[in-house]
């Protein structure tokens, strides 16, 4: 009786060792000397208060670990921190901000492991639907840096809480979201600074002086996208999607201005928005209109491909700063760096991005485009004069001015065709 | 079971097929039908099965394969050698060049030769060769195929060269397709069918197929035409895999493609119009210069008609010139001669470039199909 009372007591040990999982002090007495600072910081984490040993995020396949595979990513956290996921799945943060889309395995020189940035391991399916032609035109390394190190944030909570903190005071320090909030295209982080908001909170602490945190992360919110009114390329939402944001930012401000005070301020940022649109769109028209005259230089179909629209001209979102042509890149510079600090340091209420950094660079943009494009149709001018005595060449260049015109609803179909039989008309009587 | 009446139509072409073989020799080739009136075959030379043969631009010589590489000349029966044996051989237009493609471990090795056997111009490239033709007398297009072995299928790739004979050729991907790993377990050669061209006889166009692999359906082929000097596309029609793609209409306005299970099309492939219908898969295909004779699953065809039947795994190549038809049957080469026809028209250069502009144009976009119409009917009055 008493031995199987052992052998039964003997098996229940052993099925409790096997299904507990290991602790975490399987694992410091190595990393101790190891990773000394991973251990430092999960010992003085919520983590480690609540007994949440290294294996439940990481795993126990060590030998994946090793290897970069196991990373702790959303999947991991979204469990135990339900609300915070939610909340950053909703927002701009969360949705499929995670650069990329569009296979690099065919690219020349490609890193095979950076499959993981669009792919689980072992499926064909992309993690995410955004398109990102400058992610594709970069190389392994620079993506992981200059892309990743910011555009995992859909999928990584360390992307800001870093890996091993738990500490509430570091996400909750606008130099958190510094990293990335900052630089040439979207300086928000410096505009905050420079602002009266920025210079408060550094003269009078955080009672006086809001955050980042405090207007776009209300109450801890992990939606970052609360009371925005346009995309992050600055295009305005349409008024069904602006309207209740706007209702959403006005209150967080209300809690320290006066509702119309507030009112009249944004409504401001939304009129300095709308002008420099303006002024972004006469330099954008002036690009499509060298294009349909063939006069870029290079055209679109004589540079290397654009990764996601081939060899057509892009002026949107997906433009790109490289294998374009001067003019191309100017206008660049224009809506991704100028018209984005103009209206950015508009809503962030700094006067100097505002108006020095943007909306004077932006009109100077345009001067330089305006210069570029006269020289670019100078220079045709003997292009055209040649192609006289090379008819089919002037035709063809004409019926691609007219095609890409219909094409983007600057000319009817009726207009069209009867443009198009006059070159043809014309091709003919050459002919004789 | 056969039905009875088709069991019997069924014994007798067998019988009669056998009796042929019987009364004419294992040398000769079989034929069901009669010949028509003029019409004769000769056995010419023995040569490699499977081999390639094409007859030079005049109609005078032939390159093929008989233990090696030579130039035979159906006239005397004379052969000059030309060393080792090529897979895939082809004449410049002007007949004075000869392009041949070696194996090259899983890659290619290009040869240019001149009429003395003597190689101009060599060049490795990745891929199995499975067609070149020459654009011109001085550039060469070739498609290759190359299949990359992952763990959950294969990477199809159709890369069209162009090289003019000088440094390395330049690829285009027209085709990539990731299948699954059933097909990736095919034969090569049936992954290799999977991609061909045809060039049209302006030298302006091809038209190819790419390779699709749908998830939950049958694997298929695109046949697309491309416009050379654009780069301008168009799908046209899809097809089995087994399918021989599509040949040019003389006029290079037409299409004849097999759909590799049920029949060959007739097809302006602009206005997507079906212009008639051949009741056999077009898994081999060749037409005539003149259009009026077509040697489809080896069975020839007069103005749409079938006229005899050489067995289905014969291949031909019509003689440029006309009148003549080379047909490989197993390890030997016979020619059919005294197919009549009206010789093609050859428009003049300088009609040739302007017209070729107004193809370039509509493979764009940048004229309709009723611009061109309209525009080529009052360029060229016919």
């Known amino acids: 009786m008493k031995n199987r009372f052992a052998q039964l007591a003997l098996v229940v040990i052993a099925a409790l060792s096997l299904s507990l999982p290991a602790a975490a002090e399987d694992c410091i007495p190595c990393h101790r000397e190891k990773t000394p600072a991973a251990v430092r910081q999960w010992e003085t984490s919520a983590h480690a208060r609540a007994k949440i040993g290294c294996e439940k995020c990481h795993g126990s396949d060590h030998d994946k670990i090793v290897k970069g595979e196991a990373r702790v990513d959303m999947k991991v956290c979204g469990p135990c921190h339900q609300k915070a996921f ?13 650069s990329g889309w569009g296979c690099t395995r065919n690219l020349a020189n490609r890193d095979p492991a950076e499959c993981r940035f669009c792919h689980e391991e072992g499926s064909t399916a992309p993690l995410s639907g955004v398109q990102c032609a400058r992610f594709l035109k970069q190389t392994s390394e620079m993506a992981e840096i200059g892309c990743n190190y910011c555009h995992n944030v859909e999928s990584s909570c360390a992307s800001c809480h870093t890996n091993h903190n738990t500490s509430l005071a570091i996400v909750r320090d606008p130099n958190s979201c510094a990293k990335c909030h900052m630089g040439p295209d979207h300086p928000q982080w410096e505009m905050w600074q420079t602002s009266l908001h920025g210079t408060l909170n550094a003269t009078a602490g955080i009672s ?66 709308s002008q420099s649109l303006t002024i972004l769109k006469e330099a954008e028209k002036i690009i499509w209109d060298l ?18 629209s081939g060899r057509k001209l892009v002026t949107d979102n997906q433009m790109l700063y490289e294998d374009t042509s001067h003019i191309e890149r100017l206008f660049f510079k224009m809506k ?62 004409a019926l691609r001015a007219l095609k890409s015109k219909v094409e983007r609803g600057a000319m009817s179909e009726e207009e069209y065709a009867v443009e198009k039989a006059k070159v043809l008309d014309r091709l003919k009587g050459s002919a004789k | 079971m056969l039905p009875y009446r088709r069991y019997r139509s069924f014994t007798i072409a067998s019988t009669f097929y056998l009796a042929i073989l019987l009364v004419t020799g294992c040398a000769r080739l079989p034929i069901v039908g009669a010949l028509p009136d003029g019409v004769a075959v000769t056995r010419l030379t023995r040569v490699e099965p499977a081999s390639p043969f094409a007859w030079n631009d005049g109609g005078t010589k032939i390159a093929l394969v008989a233990d090696t590489f030579v130039i035979y000349n159906p006239a005397d029966g004379k052969s000059q050698p030309f060393g080792a044996a090529p897979y895939e051989i082809g004449w410049s237009s002007d007949g004075e060049h000869l392009a041949a493609v070696f194996p090259h471990g899983k890659d290619a090795t290009l040869r240019i030769f001149n009429m003395r056997g003597a190689v101009l111009s060599e060049a490795d490239i990745s891929g199995h060769v499975t067609k070149l033709a020459w654009r011109s007398n001085d550039e060469l297009l070739v498609a290759a195929v190359t299949v990359e072995q992952l763990s959950f299928g294969a990477n199809v790739k159709g890369l069209l060269y162009r090289w003019q004979g000088i440094g390395k050729p330049a ?49 298929y082929v695109k046949i697309f035409i491309r416009n050379m000097e654009s780069g301008a596309e168009k799908e046209v029609a899809s097809a089995a895999v087994t399918s021989a793609g599509a040949v040019y209409s003389a006029d290079g306005e037409r299409i004849l493609y097999g759909d ?35 040697l489809i699953d080896g069975r020839l065809y007069r103005d749409g008609k079938e006229v005899v039947a050489f067995p289905a795994t014969s291949e031909g190549a019509f003689n440029p010139i006309g009148g003549r038809l080379l047909v490989r049957y197993d390890d030997n080469l016979y020619m059919i001669s005294g197919l009549g026809e009206p010789k093609a028209d050859k428009t003049v250069p300088a009609e040739r470039e302007r017209f070729l502009t107004l193809r370039k144009w509509r493979s764009e976009g940048l004229i309709s199909i009723p611009d061109y119409q309209s525009a080529r009917e009052r360029m060229f009055p016919q």
């Open chain 1, 86 to 98: 939610k909340e950053h799945k909703a927002s701009r943060h969360g949705m499929g901000l995670h």
């Open chain 1, 208 to 273: 006086t002086g809001p955050t980042c945190q405090t207007c776009h992360m209300p109450k801890g919110s992990h939606n970052v996208s609360f009371g925005i009114t346009m995309s992050s390329g600055g295009a305005p939402y349409p008024a069904k999607q602006a309207e209740p944001a706007r209702k959403e930012m006005l209150q967080i401000c209300s809690q320290c201005h006066a509702p119309e005070f507030a009112r009249k301020d944004l409504t401001r940022g939304d009129a300095v928005r």
């Open chain 1, 291 to 308: 294009s349909d005259h063939g006069l870029l230089d290079p055209m679109p179909e004589k540079r290397p491909e654009h990764p996601l």
């Open chain 1, 336 to 397: 991704k760096y100028d018209y984005a600090r103009t209206i950015k340091g508009a809503y962030h209420q700094n006067p100097a991005y505002t108006h020095w950094y943007g909306n004077a660079e932006l009109k100077m943009d345009l001067v330089d485009i305006k210069a570029e494009a006269n020289r670019l149709r100078e220079r045709s001018g003997a292009h055209v004069a040649g192609n006289g005595e090379n008819p089919a060449a002037a035709a063809e260049e």
């Open chain 2, 171 to 219: 690829a285009t991907t027209l085709s990539e397709t990731t299948v699954r790993p059933f097909i990736a377990r095919w034969p090569a050669e049936k992954l290799y069918q999977t991609f061909t061209f045809a060039l049209s006889p302006l030298a302006d166009e091809i038209a190819y197929t790419r390779l699709q692999d749908p998830p939950a359906f049958s694997p």
């Open chain 2, 260 to 294: 590799g299970a049920n029949a060959s099309h007739w097809l302006d492939p602009w206005t997507e119009k079906e212009l008639a219908i051949i009741p056999t898969p077009g898994r081999t295909i060749a037409l005539s210069p003149g259009n009026r004779y077509a």
